[in-house]
């Protein structure tokens, strides 16, 4: 769950609806599950042996990763409380953004005829199956 909660919370930043406070929470999160999960192994297994000790060093590493994603995220402009905007007033530039638009539109509902489409086909399937069966009793009788 807190590795879910960590993936969600950078996806979030990446897109631009950043929460630093639940991208540090869900690192800590991640870093106390590792350490009680260590903790759990270590109390049933040989602490002196080599898959322990392997164990141990990749907790260590999952729980310093944590700490440099904190660092990151509280130094991170993304969450700067002071937006900078910049205005772009180039006509090319918005003829570029206006053509992918389209094309994503264009894309998308492409995919949802192609959706629509397999849905059709997967009725008439069912339909066709349900016909036959139909069939096949009324000549058994």
Known sequence: ???????????????????????I?????????????????MVKADQHSEN?????????KVKKAAAVLVTA??????FE??????S???????????ELQAQEEILRRERELEQARKQLAKIRHAQTYSFKKMQDNNEDQ
């Open 52 to 60: 322990a000790q392997r164990l141990q060093n990749a907790g260590n």
């Open 88 to 98: 772009i007033q180039s006509s090319a530039v918005y003829a570029m953004a206006a």
């Open 25 to 41: 929470a869900s690192a800590k999160a991640v870093a106390n599950s590792t350490a009680q999960l260590l903790l759990a192994c």
């Open 1 to 23: 769950a807190a590795t879910s909660t960590l993936c969600e919370a950078a996806n979030a930043a990446v897109q631009g609806n950043a929460s630093e406070e639940k991208l």
């Open 73 to 78: 995220a509280q130094s991170a402009a993304v």
């Open 81 to 86: 409380e002071q937006e900078v905007e910049v």
